[in-house]
């Protein structure tokens, strides 16, 4: 299907959501939506100029002057940035602050929590390490006698007990950036050969004709479509399971027909996976291994 000239020529999906809210200066104050823990914290920014003490919290966060009308505010992994017009005194962005104090909050709180995650999900290159593959667990084992790498599956796993192992054509000694590279070699061949199955899958049901699939490493998106016909995925999806993979590769067929987010493109997605709301939602909420 011809895409229209006027409409954006790339549309991506988030790695990571952010959470951004907006406030004129006049806006009334935000309504909590869950409780505040009281231990005082600080949250710094690392490109912070100011800061200010709600409560028993200290934030110190990132001022940006930009041409708008209102104050905005985004929580995101490296905590609170404000955006206020230039000609908003500083006075008045910390009222708009104060009267968004519960949000913005809860939201640094969530965004800590969500790091002390990810520092648990950081792999440990040792001999009898796991990884997650299509959503089961991978023990990775030591084996010169292997070459390259190859995957072994149990026909029967005790329960809780890994039932893959992937098997390195390295020494016991091998570095642990070794086997960094050599499994995630093994994980972008893998992903590339499943995107390629998933894609020829689905778009004949959607109706499009990709014309070019590429791996992305990319830090902040899940993947992209040009208005070309050209798809990009991140091959680090190969770590979810396959509904969460059809999720990503369908909703990136779609926007070959549908090049943005409206509900004609939420159609579009529906008509081919009913349910992605679920799939979705793991993309969003799972944390993925730490490979570096």
């Known amino acids: 299907m011809t895409v229209p000239s006027a409409l954006a020529a790339l549309i991506q999906l988030s790695l990571f959501d952010v959470e951004p809210a907006d406030l004129a200066p006049a806006s009334p104050p935000a309504s909590p939506t869950g409780p505040v823990p009281a231990p005082p914290m600080a949250f710094d920014h690392p490109r912070a100029q100011r800061d200010i003490v709600i409560g028993e919290h200290r934030i110190a966060y990132e001022l940006r002057r930009a041409r708008r009308r209102s104050i905005g505010f985004i929580v995101g992994a490296d905590g609170l940035s404000v955006s206020a017009p230039r000609w908003v005194g500083v006075v008045e962005i910390e009222t708009a602050l104060r009267e968004k104090a519960p949000w913005i909050l809860r939201k640094l709180h969530e965004q800590r929590e969500r790091a002390r995650r990810l520092a648990e999900t950081r792999v440990d290159w040792r001999d009898g390490t796991s990884v997650p593959f299509l959503g089961e667990t991978v023990i990775i084992v030591l084996d010169p006698r292997t070459t390259g790498a190859v995957l072994n599956s149990a026909a029967e796993a005790l329960p809780g007990v ?35 199955e998933r894609i020829a899958l689905y778009a004949p049901r959607l109706g499009v004709r990709p014309k070019r699939l590429s791996l992305s490493s990319a830090s902040t998106r899940w993947g ?22 059809d999720y990503v590769v369908i909703h990136e067929l779609a926007h070959l027909r549908e090049m943005n987010h409206s509900a004609a493109f939420w159609e579009v997605v529906r008509s081919v996976l009913p349910d992605y709301e679920a799939a979705r939602h793991s993309l969003r909420h799972e944390l993925l291994p730490v490979l570096d």
């Open 162 to 196: 890994a039932r893959l192992t992937l098997h390195l054509g390295l020494p016991q000694e091998a570095a642990p950036a070794q086997m960094r590279d050599a499994v995630q070699s093994w994980l972008q061949r893998q992903a590339r050969r499943l995107f390629e």
């Open 224 to 245: 992209s479509a040009s208005a070309d016909g050209s798809v990009r995925l991140n091959w680090r999806l190969v770590h979810f399971a396959l509904p969460v993979i």
